[in-house]
């Protein structure tokens, strides 16, 4: 290993694709653990927050899952982290968020675990306050001299300082001469804030002048402010540095004074209080970050240089001590301790590389054992075995997975529908003590609940909730599914979390009512029985009008989206018509006939019920709904297309139009105000029939899902399949509980049907030797798919069987008898005489062809003939 090359002792990667800048990272004992031990604070443009307390087995090893004591997802891009004295009453570390509009301050609490799952961490948000301005950065520290205490100022991307005294906002200022928004800090000993203007230079200002200066309420020019009541902002004293400064950082490690030290482009600054030049140092690389610490030599400082080559420069005052090499170009670098190590230097990359490493060579911390020269003594070794075998069998008897206080649920989940429709009530009773027990009531859409969460007091044992709701419709749509499941999540007395859940049908009348029954259909189903027809006064007492009596063989349903469907029983023959003018309607009457005739004859214990399905399944209406349900896929992809070009030539106008304001001389608009406005009226246009496509797309997955639903099951009729290949069924045509553009319905069913055809639907090694792409994609049009899914239908039309286990005829097949081979080999190749070079001649024939051929070798008019 090479000496100079950083140490790894710790490292991951954060998310996948998240961007990091210079704020984002930050090292303090954010959870006022009081060990001096730091944690690392991440924050991300994505809006990530994460919490790591690094601590690896040995140097290197891979993260553990407890080293990462928090992540949390906040609404906004995460601009800069900082850990200080940010709450009034308490002298508590406390962690400040910057986001564009917002600034937040959270109180992290950690809470000692009880299992093996280590302590939990949260975030407790303690104030925000809402930005008038676009953040840029900030700084903290005890303006003003006060004590115990840290205030912080934001700097705007306008060029204004907005003070707060913790929970109160205190007044904001603004630069003057301000273009653009340069670092910031703030240095305690002389009360000043450091930054590096657009002008090159470093600028400090007092405290004191920016809290008697000049209000900002608006904007004001430097002969404005002449004229306006109050002081103007002077500044203290100015540096000429002649380059853009990627960061500034004041030190003070003593009593005595403290330094300025400013990071440029091609150079690196040491200033004093007043401003003058302490030393400074000429770069021969491009630096990315920097980091000053406490020096062992009195009077001098250390500095940590990263550059864009990965190289990790320490200096002392000016000179070079030590160059080590990163494994990435770090924006942010800082000093941490961490388990009794200090001094680990924290790095972190744009893409999220983090990563905590030291310098130097790694010690040889192996010593020789001793030898043992003590003789073993078999004897007492064999009885310990024998002791421990037999601790070993009695456990494996005596002890259950589960220990005996939790073999029965410790707390249990049940719904019950009212059969007026009214409410559905769903009651939890505890036999244990439940912390924080939380319910979760889920259905599918386009189906909705009044109220979807609710959060309890802790349970008692013995002691119960009920809680009452309602369930609607919510879009102009049949539901494909009326189910539903309850779900309760709670935390038992040692700190163990837990759920119980619940599922819970939905009754038909929920969606549709009574009606007159139609004669003509366009679309008509039969289910064939082996018991006579039942009567729909029976089966349906919801529907059916009790003074019909028997004579009820028709029966008409009426969805409240407004298509009608019917159901009729024959007098002769053991059949039940489901016909409508959707196909999609048909699912779920067909559904509850199979459902009540089932329950029916269950409870006249009749064990030998089946329903069968004899005739042709309506494939080409079910591709006229997937054809329907791309063709608004496509819809939203070109109106996102036209939006994204709209939108591109709006914002062009508009900087036309700001360049135009901007000139001295007044130019004429040329229409460019015209324009923007016909643009604006065309962005809102594309927006609402976007919109409007949505709900559409929306209406047509379910409908498509209905229907999927239906073939499903006419499939399983057909077949008779059983319980575990309508699973692979539903998996196959349902896979997805919602449509996207990124994954959509089609491409996913035609990967799952593909590998079906692949795999247990083949009729040769040719079909299984292809390969299936790994990335999905919208397709172009929906050919494929319906050609795959007609083949499908056609494969189980002719004996083939679904299954994900591995084809054993098939493996059969690609088996070769060894034995024979030689046997034929020994009458006819006498020319070689030789058994291994036999072998050696006929497997190379046979990985040529890849098994896919049968095989022929010919030698003096005889054969050996290989079936593969």
Known sequence: MSLFKARNWWSTILGEKEEFDQGCLCVADVDNSGSGQDKVIVGSYKGYLR???????????????????????????????????????????????????????????????????????????????????????????????????????????????????????????????????????????????????????????????????????????????????????????????????????????????????????????????????????????????????????????????????????????????????????????????????????????????????????????????????????????????????????????????????????????????????????????????????????????????????????????????????????????????????????????????????????????????????????????????????????TIFPDFVDPSEGDQANALGFQFIAGSKATLLASKTSQRYRIQSDQLEDLWLVTKELIYRLEEHFKKQNCKDFACTFSGSIPLQEYFELIDRHFELRLNAEKYQELLSERAVQFRAIERRLLTRFKEKTPAPLQHLDTLLEGTFREVIALADAAEENQANVFQAFAKLKSATHLVIMLISLWQKLSTDQVAILEATFLPLAEDTQELGWEETVDAAVSYLLRTCLSKSSKEQALTLSSHLSMPKDTSRLKKNITLFCDRLAKGGRLSLSTDLATQQAAVINISCIEQECGQHFTVHNDLHECHRIIFKEILFISFSVSLLFSYSGSKVVLFC
């Open 51 to 537: 919490i790591f307390n690094p601590h690896p087995v040995k140097p290197g090893d891979e993260v553990q899952p407890e080293d990462l004591l928090l992540e949390v997802q906040l609404r906004e891009p995460i601009l800069q982290v900082e850990v200080g004295k940010f709450v009034s009453g308490t002298e508590g570390l406390h962690l400040a968020v910057l986001h564009c509009r917002k600034l937040c301050v959270y109180a992290v609490s950690g809470t000692q675990g009880n299992v093996e799952h280590g302590n939990q961490y949260q975030i407790k948000l303690v104030y925000e306050h809402n930005l008038q301005r676009t953040a840029c950065n900030m700084t903290y520290g005890p303006f003003g001299g006060v004590k115990g205490r840290d205030f912080i100022c934001i700097q705007s991307m306008d060029g204004m300082l907005m003070l707060f005294e913790q929970e109160s906002y205190a007044f904001g200022r603004f630069l003057p001469g301000f273009l653009l928004p340069g670092p910031l800090t703030y240095s305690s000993r002389t009360d000043s804030f450091i930054t590096v203007s657009s002008c090159q230079r470093v600028e400090s200002y007092k405290y004191q002048v920016l809290a008697f200066a000049t209000d900002a309420d608006e904007r004001q020019d430097t002969e404005q402010q002449k004229l306006s009541s109050g002081k103007r902002l002077v500044v203290d004293w100015i540096l000429n540095i002649g380059e853009q400064a990627l960061d500034i950082c004041v030190v003070s490690f003593n009593q005595g004074a403290s330094s300025v030290f400013v990071l440029g482009e091609r150079n690196f600054f040491c200033l004093k209080d007043n401003g003058q030049i302490r030393f400074m140092k000429k770069l021969d690389y491009s630096p990315s970050c920097f980091v000053p610490y406490c020096s062992v030599r009195e009077g001098t400082i250390n500095t940590l240089i990263a550059s864009h080559s990965k190289i990790l420069n320490v200096y002392q005052d000016v000179t070079l001590k030590w160059a080590t090499q990163l494994p990435c170009i770090p924006v942010s670098v800082k000093v941490a301790n961490f388990q009794d190590l200090k001094g680990v230097i924290v790095t972190l990359s744009d893409d999220g590389h983090l990563q905590c490493s030291y310098l130097g060579t790694d010690p040889s911390l192996f010593q020789a054992p001793k030898v043992d020269s003590r003789e073993i003594n078999y004897e007492e070794i064999n009885a310990e075995m024998k002791e421990l075998q037999r601790i070993i069998r009695e456990a494996t008897k005596t002890q259950d997975i589960l220990p005996e206080s939790e073999k029965q649920r410790d707390l249990t989940v049940t719904a019950e529908v009212s059969p007026d429709l009214d409410e559905e009530s769903i009651t939890i009773q505890s036999r244990v003590t439940a912390q924080k027990p939380s319910l979760v009531v889920c259905v599918q859409p386009p189906l909705a609940v009044t109220c979807d969460q609710f959060v309890f007091d802790d349970l008692e044992p013995d002691s119960s909730e009920t809680v009452v709701l309602s369930v609607f419709l919510k879009e102009n749509c049949s539901p494909p599914e009326l189910e539903g499941t309850c779900m309760v999540s709670y935390n038992i007395a040692t700190g163990i979390p837990r759920v119980s859940q619940c599922s819970f049908s939905l009754p038909l009348k929920l969606v549709c009512f009574p009606a007159q029954p139609s004669k003509a259909a366009n679309h008509k189903l039969t289910i064939d029985t082996n018991k006579p027809p039942i009567s729909f006064v």
